[in-house]
């Protein structure tokens, strides 16, 4: 059976595949975690334990590092796990494998706060308490405190006394109870007191501990999580640290060749074309100044698994705390997912007044694109395809509620029109979109029109450009294809007349006379009584 819903320019979301062809012997660790089991079973495994090497190297007893979800920050901390219990037959063949080390089992705490999304009261007690209660049996503590900063420094003391080796403690996802109530003040403040009191004993015990390390997706300011422990190290923008997670383009051709060449067989497509479809969709991630971009692990095994491109990065409860930010600060959206900013504005979220370039950029959504080190400013963007989709998905509802009975049917029709050069079907088309707006829904200025639009095109796969600077003004929306040129001036509760006489007087299209593609002139205003686009007034620009 064949299914072939495609958004034009943008993602194959399927392609004619044979069942029977896709199916082979490679194990690709999709979804497993744990390394132990990942490497019992012989699935694929891209070695990053020089990275343990690095750490033990430079001597450093505390160290914190973070990278969006799905990224393979569990997969590092459980073979961080296995390494420090000792069992060297796992790591057979791999990088550390040759490293001077003792192989002597280290005790390891690894507390794991991603089982749990934290929405109620207590739900972080039930996560400690179950593992305390286990660590506890394993030392075999009997008095047991009420207090649970109490209980796991009096694990941390017995471990180290019962086994004779300081205690290593792996913290996957430290930060798990405060992203889930960004917007719950209360339930956050309380979760961030209940962790401040367990991290605490990092510093208190710092006798008994060998190492610590600690995962999350976000690095927050102006909060005391950590207050106690000032001699942590930040390796997220580490360039040493900078491909620990994720998949280099090197790695994906030396360890994954024989998945691109099916996948390659699936599109009827060389391998080389294979990869360049890889890279567009999940590619682009730079977490550091320096060195290249790297893949999404979860998404390029998931696309090689099915031998099929598709959208496999899946949202958390962050993208709509995003979406209210850039809706609260009235952002343009084409700026903000192409800009510049200090390096430092990176690091750290304020509760009370999120960021949006840190929130984006700590979830995933932005990446770093390039890096001046004497400005020490970074240029960021949106990494591929797939986070493209993602995004502008979540933030459509944000900017216009839409009748959806056949969206397929009329993003074919939009596309068509656009492709096709047929400028007053291209309004029409676009103006189901908005009709379907409800009459509670604001659409307060111009500025969220253009926003709407600039999502709308641009997650089906249209060339579109907000605010484009010409030597007589600005173009408020520019769409291009291969053989047309749309220049759109918007205009809200206004007239379309405005708008068209906007163009004629700026003579925008003269930055385009000698382009060989056909111009067309669209003046359009914006009803939000009726939520139409209202009498669009429509000229080819004669050459």
């Known amino acids: 059976m064949h299914q072939s819903f495609i958004y034009p320019n943008l993602i194959v979301i399927f392609a004619e595949t044979n069942i029977e062809m896709i199916t082979e012997d490679i194990a690709y660790p999709i979804g497993e975690q744990d390394f132990k089991s990942l490497r019992e079973m012989g699935c694929v495994y891209i070695d990053k334990t020089m990275y343990i090497e690095k750490i033990l190297r430079q001597r450093t007893k505390y160290l914190f590092f973070a990278r969006p979800r799905r990224f393979g920050k569990s997969l590092f901390l459980s073979t961080l796990r296995y390494f420090f219990e000792g069992e060297r037959h796992l790591f057979q063949g791999l990088h550390i494998d040759s490293f001077d080390w003792d192989w002597q089992a280290y005790p390891v705490l690894y507390l794991d706060l991603n089982t749990d999304r934290f929405l109620q009261p207590g739900k972080l007690e039930g996560v ?17 405190s009420d207090d649970y900063s109490q209980r796991f420094k009096t694990i941390i003391e017995t471990a180290h006394e019962k086994t004779g080796r300081q205690v290593v403690i792996l913290v996957h996802e430290y930060d798990k109870p405060l992203v889930g109530n960004l917007n719950n003040d209360e339930a956050f403040e309380e979760y961030r007191a209940e962790l401040a009191s367990i991290y605490s004993n990092l510093k208190s015990s710092a006798e008994h501990i060998r190492f610590v390390f600690l995962t999350g997706v976000s690095r927050f300011s102006k909060l005391s999580v950590f207050s106690d422990l000032n001699n942590i190290r930040d390796i997220s923008f580490s360039n040493d640290f900078a491909d620990l997670c994720g998949i ?23 391998f080389k074309d294979a990869c360049s479809l890889l890279k567009r969709n999940y590619d682009g991630y730079k977490f550091a100044g320096e060195g290249g971009d790297i893949y999404n692990p979860w998404s390029l095994f998931s696309a090689l698994a099915e031998s099929r491109i598709g959208l496999y990065w899946s949202r958390t409860g962050m993208p709509v705390i995003i979406a209210e930010s850039l809706k609260r600060i009235n952002a343009d959206l084409e700026k903000i997912l192409n800009t510049a900013c200090p390096f430092d504005m990176l690091s750290g979220l304020d ?20 890096y001046d080190l004497t400005s020490d400013i970074v240029r960021l963007g949106v990494p591929n395809i797939e986070v493209k989709k993602d995004l502008f998905d979540v933030l459509l509802p944000y900017y216009i509620k839409v009748k959806r009975e056949s969206p397929t049917a009329l993003v074919f029709d939009i596309v068509q029109s656009i492709k096709g050069g047929e400028p007053e079907k291209m309004i029409r088309d676009l103006d189901i979109f908005f009709a379907g ?29 907000t605010e484009v600077h010409t030597s007589c003004g600005r173009i408020d929306l520019l769409v291009t294809t291969p053989d047309y040129i749309y220049i759109i001036e918007l205009k809200f509760n206004k007239d379309s007349n405005n708008a068209i006489d906007q163009i004629e007087a700026r003579n925008y299209e003269s930055t385009y006379l000698n382009d060989a593609r056909r111009i067309f002139k669209i003046g359009v205003n914006f009803s939000p009584e009726t939520r139409h686009l209202d009498k669009p007034i429509i000229y080819e620009v004669e050459k």
Request: aromatic residues 8%.
């Open 128 to 144: 400690l308490n179950t593992l305390f209660r286990n660590w506890e049996r394993k030392y075999e503590i009997d008095e047991i």
């Open 351 to 370: 509760l009370r007044s999120p960021n949006p370039l840190a929130l984006l950029y700590q979830t995933g959504y932005l990446t770093i694109k390039d």
């Open 437 to 465: 707006i409800p009459y509670d829904m604001k659409m307060e200025d111009e500025n969220n029109l253009h926003n709407a639009l600039y999502i709308l095109l641009s997650i089906i796969g249209i060339d579109v450009h």
């Open 248 to 270: 280099t383009e090197r790695e994906m051709l030396d360890s994954l060749s024989p998945g691109i060449e099916k996948l390659a067989k699936a599109y009827k497509i060389s």
